[in-house]
């Protein structure tokens, strides 16, 4: 299995643009997770999914940010606008059941 | 508030020197415990779960203890290629499977 599985590793936009994160989960695994990390805050979760439903939401810091689980082997997270304080590695994760999880290698996105 | 507390932030050892981290909890109605390793460019990789008071796991030079209030990782006569940040994480009652991670504990061994 080639694990999980982001894409871009590395985003540099301007400010006020629109950023899409992708990420394909491992297949079979029926949770995903979108973590967001800095040196400050460490390792925050955002939002994840259960069967491709939303479960928990309440990490995502506002309306600017959203995400999306279309089907088992694809997500989105899209932030519009962005901004400076957004500029952090974004880490999608999956997990079988209550096993641990599997990170992929992440996106590290600056906004200027 | 914090549930996840890890000591020290940074540590340098030398080749061989064996040392502990420490990973403090206030979540009660623990479901599981984690540690994950993470290589700087990299995604955390599992490491262990632990589920129970006085359970305990080994891999290589690591080894991870549990207790009701914090959690251990030993790590027994390091080499260079253990330097990495070591992160907890903890499984509570209060969400179907998510994870609420430490800060990290960032080891280097030196040669």
């Known amino acids: 299995d080639a694990g999980v599985i982001q894409s871009p590793r590395h985003e540099v936009t301007e400010m006020g643009q629109e950023v899409t994160l992708r990420c394909k989960p491992i297949?079979?695994?029926?949770?995903l997770f979108w973590y967001r990390q800095t040196m400050m805050r460490g390792l925050e979760l955002l939002i994840y999914?259960?069967?491709?439903?939303?479960?928990?939401d309440s990490g995502m810091p506002e309306d600017r940010f959203s995400a999306k689980m279309p089907n088992a082997s694809f997500s989105t997270l899209k932030i519009q606008p962005s901004e400076p304080r957004d500029s952090a590695v974004y880490f999608c994760?999956?997990?079988?059941?209550?096993?641990?999880?599997?990170f992929g290698s992440g996106t590290r996105l600056t906004v200027v | 508030e914090d549930q996840v507390t890890q000591s020290p932030e940074a540590l340098r050892l030398q080749e061989g020197e064996s040392s502990s981290l420490n990973c403090s909890y206030t979540?009660?109605?623990?479901?599981?415990l984690f540690w994950y390793r993470q290589d700087p460019g990299k995604g955390p990789e599992f490491l262990f779960t632990?589920?129970?008071a006085g359970e305990e796991k080994e891999k290589e030079r690591l080894k991870a203890t549990l207790t009701k209030k914090e959690s251990f990782l030993h790590i027994t006569a390091p080499k260079p290629e253990d330097s990495a940040t070591y992160l907890c994480?903890?499984?509570?009652?209060?969400?179907?499977?998510?994870?609420?991670f430490g800060k990290g504990n960032q080891v280097v061994v030196i040669p």
């Open positions: 297949s079979g695994h029926d949770y």
């Open positions: 994480a903890v499984q509570a009652p209060w969400g179907n499977n998510r994870l609420a």
């Open positions: 994760a999956s997990s079988f059941g209550e096993a641990g999880y599997t």
């Open positions: 632990l589920y129970s």
């Open positions: 999914f259960n069967n491709n439903v939303p479960i928990d």
């Open positions: 979540v009660s109605g623990l479901r599981g």
